[in-house]
């Protein structure tokens, strides 16, 4: 019986590449990955993006779902279609939030996940300098 655990490991990766793919296929702007593992347990990776307008968020998201599906991946949920200022996929491991830069830089999703990545690094500069 193969391990759960290395099937995850696999499906992450791939999921990573697929999701990646859909972005640059549509031409998604700032496309920023964050390792989210040991920080919460509902997604081992954060991918967020920028559309340059509402539709392009919209399309950009839809390309997602359609690029994971292929993939043989289900999104578990799509939120913010509607407005499309900010839609989140939901593929399991991976989360991609596609966002206007406005309601990106309002919100700063990046900032919130690595906070304390900074602040570690940070105080070991110190520590060693």
């Known amino acids: ?58 399309s950009i998201a839809d390309e997602v779902v359609k690029f994971a599906k292929q993939a043989g991946v289900m999104p578990l949920g799509v939120e913010g279609e509607r407005e499309a200022e900010w839609v989140l996929v939901d593929l399991g491991d991976v989360i991609v939030h596609v966002m206007l830069p406005r309601i990106r830089e309002f919100y700063g999703l990046e900032r919130l996940w690595t906070v304390g990545d900074r602040d570690a690094e940070g105080e070991a500069a110190l520590a060693t300098g």
């Open 1 to 58: 019986m193969t391990s759960i655990r290395h099937i995850k490991a696999v499906n992450t990766a791939t999921l990573r590449k697929t999701v990646i793919a859909a972005l640059e296929d549509l031409k998604a702007k700032d496309i920023r990955e964050i390792d989210v593992r040991g920080k919460t347990s509902i997604a081992d990776l954060l991918v967020i993006a920028s559309g340059t307008s509402g539709r392009h968020v919209k």
